[in-house]
């Protein structure tokens, strides 16, 4: 079955997507490849795709993310260019997540204990307030 | 290798986690993907039928709006399938077909309900919560095997 993956780089990662492009053009695969802004879209038979995902992932396994899609890259269904513009729905899901990559990359890539996060402070909750406010009152 | 359903189920951050640790991770791409590839286009664009939302009358009564029904017919055989959980609570910006908020009131419940290993989580917000994000999945996803 063919399947189709998101190859995602983290913004801080050395690897851009041109450079991730130009290693499928040269690898032994038989895929098909989309560039995007954030890195690229992959489409092949199953056993080929997971074995290209991890060729790739090798490249920087701390920064760059693998995504299952449902659709084949440049589906008129989905292609912002055949359905007048506009961001395709899957992509503020992608945008949003990938504002956090640098730092699950760094967390990857961490090695050593991990640091006890101080608990944050939770909202006030209204009986609370009501008891400051009588005994301001009072 | 155990099959783990994540919520959101379009999460690229937590599939390719559970992935990497050598788990598979059930997303809703994949139910998504049987659909708009079918050699038999009965619905076009996106071949959903009228059969989808008769689907999804198993996980939701049918006074429910068809779109909860519809979604349920993608994502409520995950849930089935699902051996264990990771649950990001209130991401805040769903779309899509994940962007319908009764629907994941129902998948967290069924999710719950159904009585597998679940890991309740927030997304991080600076680098030491990434890091603690990060070890408390790695913990959960290496005590399924």
Redesign the interface.
Known sequence: M???K?V?TSSESDILPSDIAMKIYGSKYDVNVKETCFGVVVNGEEEVINALIEEIRSLDPAGI????????PG?P?RCRGRRGGGAR??F???E???K??P??S???A?TGE??A?PEKKKPLMPNKLEDIIKEGLI | MAKVIVY?P????L??LV?RMGHK?L???????K???ANDIQSP??NVTPEEPKKGLRYAAVDVPSGVRGRMALIGPLIEEAEAAIVVED?G??????GCNRTNELVRLLIRTKGVPLLDLA??T??????????KIKTFLEALK
């Open positions: 063919r399947i189709t998101y995602i993310f693998i995504k299952d899609r449902g659709f084949p589906d269904r729905p899957g503020y899901m992608i949003a997540e990938a956090m990559l730092m699950i760094r967390a990857l961490a991990v640091p996060v | 959101p379009t999460s690229m951050i599939s390719d992935e991770a997303v809703v791409s994949e139910s998504v993907r659909l708009a590839t664009p996106l991401p910006w769903l779309t899509g077909c994940a997304y991080p600076d680098d030491a919560e990434a890091r603690v994000f990060v070890q």
